[in-house]
């Protein structure tokens, strides 16, 4: 069983940064790939980043592609999305994830999932 719980959300202006965090609970943390995904207001939840146990290997949207970086510290069962260059229409409410196998990008692979954390851009 693991929980999540994601931090550093907030209100940002157009072309800003924000770094999220997500803490993990378990002792076997880097046994999994973690995934980042995102639901906008009245929009279905779509995948953003993914990255392996090790950290080797990274996945990422083409919409957030050059601009966010997903990262892990297993010693502190943390994951990371730095994200820079926001937009307005990086506005949604982020979610990470956690599965015991290869990294992912749909939803419907993920088995744990945290409360999210409300992002917000303004123009």
């Known amino acids: 069983q693991v929980q999540l719980v994601e931090s550093g959300g907030g209100l940002v202006q157009a072309g800003g940064s924000l770094r999220l965090s997500c803490a993990a609970s378990g002792r076997t943390f880097s046994s999994y790939a973690m995934g980042w995904f995102r639901q906008a207001p009245g929009k279905g939840r779509e995948f953003v980043s993914a990255?392996?146990?090790?950290?080797?290997?990274?996945n990422y949207a083409d919409s957030v592609k050059g601009r966010f970086t997903i990262s892990r510290d297993n010693a502190k069962n943390t994951v990371y999305l730095q994200m820079n260059r926001l937009k307005p229409e990086d506005t949604a409410v982020y979610y990470c994830a956690a599965r015991r196998e290869v990294l992912a990008a749909t939803e419907s692979r993920y088995d744990y999932w945290g409360q999210g954390t409300q992002v917000t851009v303004s123009s």
């Open positions: 990255i392996n146990w090790s950290g080797s290997t990274t």
